[in-house]
């Protein structure tokens, strides 16, 4: 059973940052994504950064390059540093994980939370102005 978990969460003032980590046990990186995802409340999740096992990466417009994801293979564990954090970046955040989609000959990660099969239970990240 492939089972993502997430760390790293907490509160800090907007401004600060925090490195969430994605460890998933049962489960290899090789040929797959990996995707950062976030749910404030009463907003539909929505898809912050996703990375693929060769390196790729994509992100949301709206972070304005405030994020970035990477991947330690020897470790099957994928991080989000998250840097001047805004009130706005309250939400629960979700790591996921999925065999890349085809398309146009190549591979890739979609920021589409429904082409993620296995799913964490989140991490509490809350900024305070």
């Known amino acids: 059973q492939v089972q993502p978990v997430e760390s790293g969460g907490g509160s800090v003032q907007s401004g600060g940052s925090l490195r969430l980590s994605c460890a998933a046990s049962g489960y290899t990186y090789t040929s797959n994504c990996v995707g950062w995802f976030r749910q404030a409340p009463g907003k539909e999740r929505e898809g912050v950064a996703t990375?693929?096992?060769?390196?790729?990466?994509a992100y949301s417009d709206s972070l304005e390059g405030r994020f970035t994801i990477s991947q330690d293979n020897a470790k099957n564990t994928v991080y989000l540093q998250m840097n001047n954090l805004k009130p706005e970046d309250t939400a629960v955040y979700y790591c996921a994980a999925a065999v890349a989609l085809a398309y146009g000959g190549d591979y890739y990660c979609p920021l589409a939370a429904y082409a993620y099969k296995y799913w964490g239970q989140g991490t509490q990240v809350t900024i305070s102005s």
């Open positions: 990375i693929k096992s060769d390196g790729r990466t």
